[in-house]
């Protein structure tokens, strides 16, 4: 056997005990529990390590979060909310792009989807159980309307038409977090992945050959899933009204605000919306939620690309007309 061949045959022994496996990690970002799975195979193009990829999501999670964080001082969002009231605020290219499918969506939902719901919204506190006056809320009400951010493309600014508006992107930023961290793994070329942050759930592909099953929770028990939905190459969004909240002679206020009236939003418990686009289905799980069984379906119906599971006050599960022709579900 001349060199060469034995050379061979030992390469390829290696080849073969190339790694390929799962990895999983769990940390804490944007006030909630994040979650990432993938499929590793070292012989398949990817040049980073299980632990890289785990510390690029991790710092893009958290890099969103510095920058749209109502609660950050130094936010880029928080920026917005202390000048936009008096003058234009030039925005990075990324905030003025969720900024404006903020805008399209409160424009589709009829402004049940509306970022300028913050206005009331920051006086409200679940962990202290704290909740605005009425009188407070009529006030603040004025202020609720997403006309009143005026987004300039050119010049790449926000400003606000009235001094008392403020902004918040909780309902939509996770959702855009999960879209990027899954970009940027499929960039790096893994082909099978689940990247979540609270109720918002992304996959890339499948789980190798069978799909991934994600649960939407219980909404009165926390340890249990209502339903588990096998699903690929989709992302899942759940908004509900038991996780942040409180209860006041019987009232529960959480954090969902029908922008209409500044209360929370009462009709359902639970809406989960399942679609491709990760920042939709997170913004319109919390629109589904404001409008509330009837008109909420409607809306899903209306829109091609996305289905609904909604759990109304009584406990009962409906599910749009997508996935009722589903029947592995
Ligand atoms: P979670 O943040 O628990 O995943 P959602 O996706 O439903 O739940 O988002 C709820 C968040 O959306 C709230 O914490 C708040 O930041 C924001 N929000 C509440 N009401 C509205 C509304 N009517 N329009 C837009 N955003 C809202
Ligand atoms: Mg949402």
Redesign the pocket.
Known sequence: MSKRIIFTTILLLFTDTVSAEWFSNNFKV???QAHIEFWLDESAKVNSTSQQLIVLVQEEMHRIDRAMS?YKTTSELSLVNSKAGTQAVVITSELFELLNE?QK??EL?D????????SV?YQYDYRKKQKPSQASIERALKAIDYHAVILDRAKSTVRFSHSDVKI????????YAVKRCLELLKIAGIKHALVS????TGLLGDRRGRPWYVGIKHPRAEEKTAVKLPLSNESI????DY??YFIEDGVRYH?????KTGDS?RKVVS?SIIGKDSTYV??L???V??KGLQEGMAFIEQLPDYEAIIIDNQQTLHVSKGLQRNKSL
Do not use: C, Q
Not at 197 to 200: I, L, Q
């Open positions: 944007m006030g909630t109502p903020s969506i409160a939902s402004g049940a989807f509306d970022i300028t719901y913050a919204g918040d992107l909780g309902g939509i930023a996770k959702g942050a609270g109720g918002d969004s759940t908004s509900g996780e942040r954090h969902i605000i029908n922008p939003a809406v997170d913004a799980s919390t629109t939620f404001v």
